[in-house]
């Protein structure tokens, strides 16, 4: 009987593998980073032969290790970076061009155009994206309009478009399968999220023919089988979903209010709102949350810019501390920040304040601060920004949090972890198992083959990391979130 779920987990600088037995405990880990490919300042480009790969010999490594041959896998999971495109060749499985990464800036021009015709408003009521040069919709336009011939090509069905995880169901298939899942889709900025479909206004709109879409099934769904020579034995291909919203899958939020916060590089929340489809007031995104079912549920999404960034800033270039670790030894080194508040706003600030032309700023500084008050106080402000985000969410929503769950780097830092708890008032839970994105997907294809049963079974087996309860007198709270809000006034102000 097989003993494993496969995770798959396609990131932006690295592929992974993750086997998970049936306690969901890690049994074995491949990783393998691959290049990055910058043709011009601001362009962001992987090859897409890299990227299948890196995570094929990461499969077979993580196999491998333990010695695992295919019948021990009951299925197989996949998560990716969201939005990275690739269009290819349907006969030979060439790609036209390279995947051009979420990050890449290139089409920027062509929103700022589409929102001077008033295009915004629309985009937004189907999609539930601000526009912007992240989602895939532009870029798949621009390889139409810079790759010769490819548009009569895309018109007359020859090529696929696909993300990330559509690009590997179709090699693991040997491209029997072309398709993806809804939460993918929802950040293509070309799928309607309340129709659940393609919308062909937007695909008029930006000039994209519909013979090149993938097909789309909910995330928990058996999508074919793995080809019989890659991993010595098909496998079934059962879930699949967007990073973010595996993660918050993994974090075994699956119910309206439930909220899970990833404090890596910058931090990214998400808040399941149920069956509800909410249209922000504080410019967070809608999008489809990870699910099974045909009809799946929603979530609210918010990102902060800098958070271990910030502490990534203290130690190359402040150069106040060695490693990202040694912030908590500082910061718990004095009783509070003396005062001291630091935005780091080094490239604007996002919501609920969004300001592009903010800078960072270090306000409230006396004869008597300290390294330690400084590092403390930009530990603070990553937990002051997650908590701006969440009270948005809040009122967006209309249900307050329950608790908090985060993973991610950052999250190791006890000091941020209790002050996050203390400054939101909340419950924060980290789980034992921080690898919530790869959990997410294997959750999904496990639950779509039958290898656990429901829900409440991943719930039962889920293992508490540690438990941070709020402890901060109210008035006190309010006093430094006063701060804050000052502070930020600063920044936006200069
Ligand atoms: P990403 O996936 O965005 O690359 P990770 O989840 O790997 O991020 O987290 C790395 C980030 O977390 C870095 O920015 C680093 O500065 C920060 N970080 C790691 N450990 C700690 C720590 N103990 N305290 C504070 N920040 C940390």
Request: proline share 3%; with cysteine; glycine share 10%.
């Given at each position: 009987m097989a003993k494993y779920i496969m995770a798959l987990d396609q990131g932006t600088t690295s592929s992974r593998c993750i086997l998970f037995d049936r306690q969901a405990k890690i049994v074995s880990l491949a990783q393998k980073e691959f290049q990055q490919y910058y043709p011009q300042p601001g362009w962001v480009e992987h090859n897409p032969r890299e990227i299948w790969s890196s995570q094929l010999s990461v499969a077979t490594e993580a196999m491998a290790q333990i010695g695992a041959v295919a019948e021990d896998i009951a299925a197989i999971g996949i998560t990716n970076q969201r939005e990275t495109t690739i269009i290819w060749d349907r006969k030979t499985g060439e790609p036209l061009y390279n995947a051009i990464v979420?990050?890449?800036?290139?089409?920027?021009?062509?929103?700022?155009?589409?929102?001077?015709?008033?295009?915004?408003?629309?985009?937004?009521?189907?999609?539930?994206l601000v526009p912007d040069a992240y989602f895939s919709a532009t870029k798949i336009a621009w390889i139409l309009d810079h790759v010769e011939g490819a548009r009569a090509r895309a018109e007359a069905g020859e090529l696929a478009f696909g993300t990330v995880d559509s690009w590997l169901i179709w090699n693991l298939t040997k491209g029997r399968v072309h398709a993806t899942d809804y939460t993918n889709a929802s950040r293509t900025m070309l799928f309607n999220i309340h129709e659940r479909c393609w919308d062909s206004e937007l695909l008029d709109i930006f000039g994209i023919p519909a013979a090149m879409l993938p097909e789309v099934f909910p995330s928990g769904h058996v999508y074919g089988m793995s080809d019989p020579f890659l991993l010595n034995g098909e496998l079934p291909i059962a879930g699949c979903a967007g990073d973010q919203q595996a993660a918050l899958f993994g974090q075994c939020c699956f119910r309206e209010g439930e909220v899970k916060d990833t404090f890596g590089t910058g931090c990214f929340l998400l808040m399941h709102t149920g069956d509800r489809a909410i249209r922000s007031e504080h410019g967070l995104i809608t999008t489809i949350a990870a699910g099974l079912d045909e009809k799946p549920g929603y979530a609210l999404e918010g990102s902060v810019f800098v958070?271990?960034?910030?502490?990534?800033?203290?130690?190359?270039?402040?150069?106040?501390i060695k490693t990202a670790a040694q912030s908590e030894e500082y910061?718990?080194?004095?009783?509070?920040?003396?005062?001291?508040?630091?935005?780091?706003?080094?490239?604007?600030?996002?919501?609920?304040?969004?300001?592009?032309?903010?800078?960072?700023?270090?306000?409230?500084?006396?004869?008597?601060?300290?390294?330690?008050?400084?590092?403390?106080?930009?530990?603070?402000?990553?937990?002051?920004?997650?908590?701006?985000?969440?009270?948005?969410?809040?009122?967006?929503?209309?249900?307050?949090?329950?608790?908090?769950?985060?993973?991610?780097?950052?999250?190791?830092?006890?000091?941020?972890?209790?002050?996050?708890?203390?400054?939101?008032?909340?419950?924060?839970?980290?789980?034992?198992?921080?690898?919530?994105?790869?959990?997410?997907?294997?959750?999904?294809?496990?639950?779509?083959?039958?290898?656990?049963?429901?829900?409440?079974?991943?719930?039962?087996?889920?293992?508490?990391?540690?438990?941070?309860?709020?402890?901060?007198?109210?008035?006190?709270?309010e006093e430094r979130l006063a701060g804050w809000q000052r502070a930020v006034r600063a920044a936006l102000a200069w």
């Open positions: 979420w990050q890449c800036r290139r089409t920027a021009d062509t929103i700022e155009e589409l929102c001077a015709r008033g295009l915004a408003d629309k985009i937004r009521e189907k999609t539930g958070a271990g960034a910030g502490i990534q800033w203290l130690r190359d270039e402040m150069r106040m910061a718990t080194a004095v009783a509070d920040t003396a005062g001291v508040y630091v935005v780091p706003a080094f490239t604007g600030i996002g919501a609920p304040y969004w300001n592009p032309h903010a800078r960072g700023m270090a306000v409230g500084i006396t004869r008597g601060c300290k390294k330690e008050h400084y590092i403390r106080a930009v530990l603070e402000s990553i937990a002051y920004q997650s908590h701006d985000v969440i009270r948005a969410m809040e009122q967006d929503a209309g249900v307050p949090l329950r608790e908090l769950r985060v993973d991610g780097g950052a999250s190791a830092n006890n000091f941020l972890m209790q002050f996050q708890a203390d400054i939101t008032d909340t419950v924060v839970w980290r789980p034992k198992c921080i690898e919530t994105t790869a959990l997410g997907a294997a959750y999904l294809a496990g639950l779509s083959v039958g290898f656990w049963q429901n829900e409440e079974e991943l719930v039962h087996m889920e293992q508490l990391g540690r438990r941070f309860t709020p402890g901060m007198d109210r008035t006190v709270r």
